[in-house]
């Protein structure tokens, strides 16, 4: 199973990006999925999931109503699209495939992750 994310890049507070993760077919249509991301000396934490049917969502507080992740299983991509971006969502992202059906907001709960993609905001 291989995922890569890509997309990432440098904006403005303020300015927008979409994010993608390309995966083999077979994880995105079976697979919960979900978008992660690390500062520079901080832990990974959850940013947003979306279970296989794309139906239900999970967010993190600090992204809501600025990220949407959406995914199109008959191109086996996952998106994240990022609006109102703000220097604290500089990281680098990483999408990952759930060992179940549904999305999480737990690492544990993913069994394969992609490389990241660097996001940098500027203030």
């Known amino acids: 199973v291989q995922l890569q994310a890509f997309g990432g890049g440098l904006v403005q507070a303020g300015g927008s990006l979409r994010l993608s993760c390309v995966a083999s077919?077979?994880?995105?249509?079976?697979?919960?999925l979900g978008w992660f991301r690390q500062a520079p000396g901080k832990e990974r934490e959850f940013v947003a999931a979306i279970a296989w049917r794309g139906g239900n969502t999970l967010y993190a507080d600090s992204v809501k109503d600025r990220f949407t992740i959406s995914r199109d299983n008959a191109k086996g991509t996952l998106y994240l699209q990022m609006n109102n971006l703000k220097p604290e969502d500089t990281a680098d992202y990483f999408c990952?495939?759930?060992?179940?059906?549904?999305?999480?907001?737990?690492?544990?709960?993913?069994?394969?992750w992609g490389q990241g993609t660097q996001v940098t905001v500027s203030s």
């Open positions: 990952a495939a759930a060992r179940s059906s549904v999305g999480s907001s737990r690492p544990e709960a993913y069994q394969y």
């Open positions: 077919r077979r994880t995105a249509s079976n697979n919960g």
